[in-house]
């Protein structure tokens, strides 16, 4: 054997040693991270598998309940650290732990995040490493998301397992382990009935299409949207175990639905003899039926139910569920013993050995009942307290010491707008936390639209955790402002920024502060049915003004400035690279200027996504706060029958209305062609297309298929709806006033006339001007053409859901550009009439009618609904 062959040979035996030595600690750790390994992979789609493949992931075995306690029973922790420069190990003792630790690292060290718009992913070479050690804990053990109608509103219900997965990312990262896993409910559903007998064609019946999923699980509706196909309902049923699968590979505990007590009122027909109570309306739908809980059908269905929910999904830790919801209570029943039948129903299994399942319950309006709570114990259901930032329960002691989560509640029916209660999300948990024997066990967010405004959302959950030397002292505002500084690192990468600093602080101190605690963002006029005295758009919303208008139009104005600072930014660059190449060269630098040439595209690209979509958000803000002011000056004109300027404040307001429509066209997150094609994905059939099409049209616009006070609950400042439903709206609401106002100014030149005619005693034209009061509009009052009475509103606005046109689902135009043309249009004249709305506000408000303080919250329970379509024989005004 020659030298240099004993050489290779003595290598080859190294490099085989060394191979088994890493590969088995590689083995080893790979064993140790097993049960993180999920968790690898998320990192792995989010951050590429080049930096993912540099972090640790260490799931630590370690009690999550503290005894020796004094502050916190719960211990839930992450720790960051540097092994070696450029890798991470992040240890946790939950898997959801391990996600939101790296969340924290990723916003905090890689200045990056994700989001519902918008990416902001540095491409880092390396991964930052960690001087020291960092530990970072959270008091609350659940964290939870979703309401019923979020499903509903921001179109989930109509996911593809794509979206999911991205959704399930980003709740891990944010640490959300308690999300309401509602989809593929309808397949439960179908097998249950089957089993006691029920026709395909029956069950179809009760079975809603997903845009009405939220308000068959809540118990307000049954059918409406339907029926679907069996290829919808098995395909939901596919993406469900996905969901499932993934949410619990994460360490998520997801909330299923459970039964109780709601069934389809061909029920009754079925099982004459059982306890079944029909016959209820929720703003005019027919109401699902409720099987008395203590029928002995009750625990057999609830059985069967279970038994199928089982079979398709697995067992869950928690059920949802409201019999009661809003004010469906059947009189004269004791909710004590219903609850408790629930509960045990809910068990389902009577092996001692299984764990007990918890009951989620939603506080909302008059619910749980303390009748109802009486009947379960302490740890047998955990109350969310929605809305908590504003109308929490916890505070009255509502919840007789059963367990409860604080939720925020920002967003009604995914009405765009910009929105928050910034400093309650910061200063109100702990609060509620830490007073004396609180049985507060988490925080959560439910609102009914997600999508957007997401800061509300990321303040919340990242204040959930805390690390340990971190001061408490500050107040809410020094909280935001110092949260304001991370948001605008991880958001757009800037450290320091004065300008997008300076507009976030007006926007946390106006907008996004907000003191009308009922409605959610305040309702754009554009938006809403004309009439006289608008002043919301929903039957419960606002158009309230709440803020300080002046600080959003500033903060668009700084915005705005951004974009040139970071332009002039880039100019500079080039040009100091053109300086440097021409010094080598020996070139002048005279004229250089003229080689900068830099690209419209190439400049979009300085510019993240995220601020690209907050960017027109903003601009958007302020038109439609604008449509508040200019909708006064148009009526205003009117009543002084001035017709010059009512032709052109209500020309004025249409265009405003166009302008939206097309500012809205630069991002998709704004155009419902793009929702409208994810829409009509899900639909196995041209048929189905067409339908999951209507439906959503109907869902933003009318909502019922029939006139009710539910039209315009969801409505949408989008692309495509601005132009084809609120624009032809205005114009019909405006061509009859302005015909009005035209015939009134007639009149009274007539009137005019006459009186000088007859003081020179001519009576002749009288005649005249009777045959020329023959018109349209005659028929109607002054009053009855102000509040928009003379149109059939509701068969103006069915017609849009069945309009067949086909939005375009890609942006039109560039962010950049249509800011800079609007901002230019708008900024100076907005500034002007802002003097006057901030000074006069009040003056206006009382004037037109628009409310100076927020109305008192009407409950459902409160609200008479006009038509109940198929209720045959109950009251019409029943409480509902
Ligand atoms: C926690 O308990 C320890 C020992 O009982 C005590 O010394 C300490 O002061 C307590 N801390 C607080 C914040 O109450
Ligand atoms: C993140 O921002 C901070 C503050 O500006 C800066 O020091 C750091 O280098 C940045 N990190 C990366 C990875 O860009
Ligand atoms: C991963 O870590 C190694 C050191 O262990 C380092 O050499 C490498 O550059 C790191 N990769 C990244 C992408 O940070
Ligand atoms: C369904 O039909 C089968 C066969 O006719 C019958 O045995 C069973 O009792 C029925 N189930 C119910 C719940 O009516
Ligand atoms: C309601 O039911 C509970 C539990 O079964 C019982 O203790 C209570 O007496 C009942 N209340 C009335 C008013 O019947
Ligand atoms: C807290 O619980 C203790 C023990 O159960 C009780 O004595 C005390 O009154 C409670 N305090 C409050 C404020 O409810
Ligand atoms: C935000 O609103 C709260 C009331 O909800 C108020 O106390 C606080 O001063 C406001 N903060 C700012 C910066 O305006
Ligand atoms: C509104 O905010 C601006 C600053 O953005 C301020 O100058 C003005 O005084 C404020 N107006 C009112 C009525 O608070
Ligand atoms: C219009 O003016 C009349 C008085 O002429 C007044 O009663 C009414 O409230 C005004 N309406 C509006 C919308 O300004
Ligand atoms: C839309 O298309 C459907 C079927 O293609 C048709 O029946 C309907 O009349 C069309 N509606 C309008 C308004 O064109």
Not at 95 to 108: A, D, E, P, R, V
Request: a negative charge; proline letters at 3%.
């Amino acid at each position: 054997m020659k030298k240099h062959q004993i050489a290779l040979v003595i290598i080859i035996l190294f490099a085989i040693l060394g191979n088994v030595s890493t590969k088995s600690s590689l083995q080893s750790l790979k064993q140790k991270n097993q049960r993180a390994q999920a968790v690898n992979f998320l990192a792995s789609r989010i951050l590429g598998d080049r930096l993912a493949q540099n972090i640790t992931f260490n799931l630590i075995e370690q009690d999550l309940i503290v005894e020796s306690r004094n502050e916190t029973g719960y211990n839930e922790y992450f720790i960051l650290s540097s092994p070696q420069e450029n890798e991470l190990t992040i240890q946790s003792n939950t898997k959801i732990g391990l996600s939101k630790g790296l969340f924290y690292y990723m916003k905090n060290y890689m200045n990056s995040s994700i989001s519902w718009n918008g990416d902001n992913i540095q491409q880092l070479e390396y991964l930052p490493t960690l001087k020291e050690q960092i530990r970072i804990q959270t008091p609350y053990q659940f964290r939870y998301m979703f309401n019923y109608c979020t499903y509903s509103y921001s179109l989930m219900s109509f996911w593809d397992w794509q979206r999911w997965e991205r959704e399930i990312d980003y709740m891990a990262l944010q640490g959300i382990n308690m999300p309401l896993a509602i989809i593929g409910t309808s397949k439960i559903w179908q097998n249950t009935l089957k089993s006691i007998n029920y026709t395909d064609s029956e069950i179809l019946d009760f079975l809603p299409g997903p845009g009405f999923e939220a308000w068959w699980l809540m118990g307000n509706l049954e059918g409406y949207g339907g029926p679907v196909t069996q290829s919808y309902i098995d395909g939901q049923y596919d993406l469900q175990k996905k969901i499932l699968k993934r949410m619990r590979n994460l360490g998520m505990q997801p909330i299923l639905q459970g039964f109780y007590g709601m069934v389809p009122n061909s029920l009754k027909a079925k099982f004459p003899l059982s306890k079944i109570y029909g016959d209820q309306s929720w703003l005019g739908f027919r109401r699902p039926a409720f099987l008395d809980a203590n029928d002995e059908l009750f625990a057999k269905i609830a059985n069967i139910f279970y038994s199928e929910s089982e079979k398709l999904y697995g067992r869950a830790k928690f059920y949802g569920g409201d019999p009661f919801h809003e004010g469906a209570i059947v009189p004269g029943l004791n909710l004590t013993s219903q609850a408790q039948s629930i509960y045990k129903a809910m068990q389902y299994t009577d092996n001692p050995k299984d764990e007990k399942v918890k009951w989620i319950l939603q506080s909302w309006q008059e619910n749980p009942s303390q009748q109802l709570l009486q009947g379960l114990k302490n740890d047998e259901c955990i109350i969310l307290d929605l809305m908590a930032e504003a109308r929490s329960k916890w505070q009255t002691n509502d919840f007789s010491g059963h367990n409860f989560l604080w939720t925020s509640l920002p967003n009604f029916g995914l009405r765009i707008g910009q929105y928050g209660m910034i400093e309650q999300y910061v200063s109100q948990p702990p609060l509620a936390y830490s007073i004396k024997n609180s049985t507060m066990k988490g925080i959560g967010s439910i609102p009914e639209g997600i999508l957007t405004n997401v800061l509300d959302y990321e303040i919340l959950f990242d204040k959930a955790w805390i690390q340990t030397n971190q001061d408490t002292n500050l107040t809410p505002r020094q909280q935001v402002l110092q949260y304001l500084g991370d948001f605008i690192r991880y958001r757009y990468g800037e450290e320091n920024n004065k300008n997008l600093f300076s507009a976030w602080s007006l926007l946390t101190n106006s907008i996004y502060n907000s003191t009308n605690p009922w409605d959610g963002p305040s309702e754009s006029i554009m938006l809403a049915r004309p009439a006289s005295n608008v002043d919301k758009v929903s039957s419960w919303g606002t158009s309230y003004i709440y803020w300080n208008t002046t600080n959003v139009l500033e903060a668009w104005k700084f915005f705005t400035n951004y974009v040139k600072e970071r332009k002039q930014r880039n100019r500079s660059q080039h040009l100091q690279k053109l300086e440097e190449i021409n010094k080598k060269l020996g070139r002048s630098d005279d004229d250089m200027e003229a080689f900068v040439e830099i690209s419209d595209s190439e400049e979009r690209n300085l510019f993240k996504d995220t601020f690209l979509y907050d960017l027109v958000d903003l601009a958007r803000q302020n038109l439609a706060s604008y449509s508040y002011l200019l909708y006064n000056k148009v009526m205003m004109a009117f009543n002084q029958t001035d017709t010059i300027k009512f032709a052109l404040y209500s020309q004025q307001f249409l265009e405003l209305i166009k302008d939206q429509d097309q500012l809205l066209s630069s991002r998709k997150e704004f155009m419902l062609g793009y929702y409208l094609e994810s829409v009509s994905k899900l639909g196995s059939t041209d048929q189905e297309k067409e339908n999951f099409i209507e439906q959503i049209k109907r869902q933003i616009t009318v909502w019922s298929d029939f006139p009710s006070d539910l039209h315009d609950y969801a409505n949408k400042e989008w692309n495509g709806i601005l132009k084809d439903f609120y624009l032809p709206r205005w114009e019909l609401y405006f061509k009859s006033l302005e015909t009005f106002i035209i015939e009134e100014n007639k009149k009274q030149e007539l009137a005019q006339l006459q009186q000088q005619q007859s003081e020179e005693g001519n009576v002749e034209v009288q005649e005249e001007t009777k045959l020329e009061e023959e018109s349209d509009l005659i028929k109607y009052t002054k009053e009855d053409l102000l509040s928009g009475k003379n149109i059939n509103w509701y068969d103006v606005e069915i017609k849009f859901s069945k309009n067949n046109i086909t939005y375009p689902s890609t942006p039109q135009i560039s962010e950049l550009e249509i800011n800079q043309a609007l901002f230019q249009k708008y900024y100076s004249v907005i500034l002007a009439e802002h003097i006057n709305i901030n000074q006069i506000r009040p003056t206006v408000q009382k004037q037109y009618g628009i409310r100076l303080q927020p109305k008192q919250h009407q409950t459902y329970t409160q609200v008479k609904f006009s038509k109940d379509k198929q209720n045959n024989g109950s009251a019409e005004t029943q409480q509902i």
